[in-house]
């Protein structure tokens, strides 16, 4: 079992990862209500042990579950159940259920504590953390989010035992992108176990899960806002992997988008000249080995480029013609550079074709 604890702003996070690490909800919520959220597919049977006071709320999840009508129905439950400030919410399931019950803990009576759980591999490397909350609106992704910090986050690896390996090849798309960017030890460690990552080694993925969450924690912690120019490091291969989600009209899952995205966006890296020799070679050499797609061409659907482009316009944080991107500069090393549009079109083009 291993426990990092970090303080934000305003918040203290403590975050547990390992086998049984969900037996550390024993700790939480004395003398308070416990609403615990989870998908009706994965039972809590194991996790009622730790709780007294708790109320079950079985929901559903996945992107439909995230449109604010459903968060609206929630906080409804929460309300007819008397909760208040200084009761508990705890969030388990995938990166959807954290995203949509950490909304809802964060506007109820202006705030709930809140605890996550995540059950997925992308969850307890990326979406559980972070603080960062997000519903859909109008068929929008995360139009309508917060920032707001989990008291605790437990990831507990027995979870994983019932999670498809096709799930656990999104999440490690996200956790190559910490090795690429920030972390060659990680990187390395990733080259050797593959076998063990994906026959569910669950001291390995101890160690992935617990190595993503201090480099996302690290980030986060530095940059909390979004506002210092830090946390757009996470955003590595995401501009571009977002335009391939668009121009997929989103039946591209996330995780093989940001694939496509990280080597199209370290080839750009690189003809700009901010990339060393080898960092296109290297990334797409292990995206491959953990056999995610590293173009277009080899995704299950088509991709409309014109929509694609159409993305990149929009992009939330173009700035007077220009898109502020963080580029790989060698394996575990990165640079943010200023790229204008219309080059960053160009290069998209090339890639998406
Ligand atoms: N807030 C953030 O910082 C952040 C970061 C990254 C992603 N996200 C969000 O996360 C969401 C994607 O997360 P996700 O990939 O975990 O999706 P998800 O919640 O839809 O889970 C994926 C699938 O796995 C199933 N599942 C979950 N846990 C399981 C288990 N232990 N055993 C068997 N099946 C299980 C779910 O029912 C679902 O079918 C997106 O909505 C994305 O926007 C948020």
Not at 26 to 38: D, L, M, Q, R, T
Request: proline fraction near 3%; charged fraction near 25%.
């Amino acid at each position: 079992m291993i426990k990092i604890s970090e303080d934000f702003c305003n918040t203290s996070t403590q975050v547990i990862i390992g086998q049984n690490a969900i037996s550390h909800l024993s700790e939480i919520g004395e003398n308070k209500k416990v609403a615990v959220f989870h998908p009706k597919k994965i039972s809590i049977d194991e996790v009622k042990k730790y709780l007294k006071n708790y109320y079950d709320f079985p929901i559903d999840d996945g992107e439909e579950a995230k449109d604010i009508s459903y968060s609206l129905k929630l906080i409804k439950d929460l309300f007819e159940k008397g909760f208040d400030r200084g009761d508990y919410v705890v969030a388990i399931g995938g990166g959807t259920v954290t995203d949509v019950v950490g909304f809802i803990a964060s506007i109820y009576m202006r705030g709930l504590n809140l605890v996550n759980v995540p059950t997925t591999i992308l969850g307890m490397v990326d979406a559980a953390i972070g603080g960062k909350t997000g519903v859909n609106f109008e068929n929008v992704k995360n139009v309508l989010g917060t920032f707001y910090q989990p008291s605790v986050i437990i990831a507990d690896l027995n979870f994983v035992k019932t999670l498809p390996v096709e799930e656990i090849k999104k999440g490690i798309a996200e956790v190559i992108k910490y090795g690429l960017v920030l972390d060659k030890e990680l990187y390395d460690f990733l080259a050797l176990h593959k076998e063990d990552i994906y026959n569910k080694d669950l001291s390995v993925l101890e160690t992935v899960v617990y190595k993503s969450a201090l480099n996302k924690l690290m980030v986060v912690k530095e940059d909390e806002r979004e506002t210092k120019g830090i946390r757009i490091v996470l955003n590595f291969g995401h501009t571009i992997g977002h335009a391939v989600e668009a121009g997929s009209g989103f039946k591209i899952p996330h995780g093989y988008a940001i694939s496509v995205g990280m080597v199209c966006e370290a080839k750009i890296a690189e003809e700009m000249g901010y990339a060393e020799e080898g960092v296109v070679e290297d990334t797409t050499w292990i995206l491959s080995h953990y056999e995610l797609p590293i173009s277009v061409d080899s995704l299950s659907e088509k991709i409309d480029v014109e929509k694609a482009i159409g993305a990149i316009t929009k992009d939330k944080k173009v700035r007077g013609g220009k898109l502020l991107m963080p580029f790989p500069t060698r394996i575990g090393d990165w640079k943010r550079v200023d790229v204008p549009l219309e080059t960053l079109k160009g290069f998209a083009e090339q890639c998406l074709r």
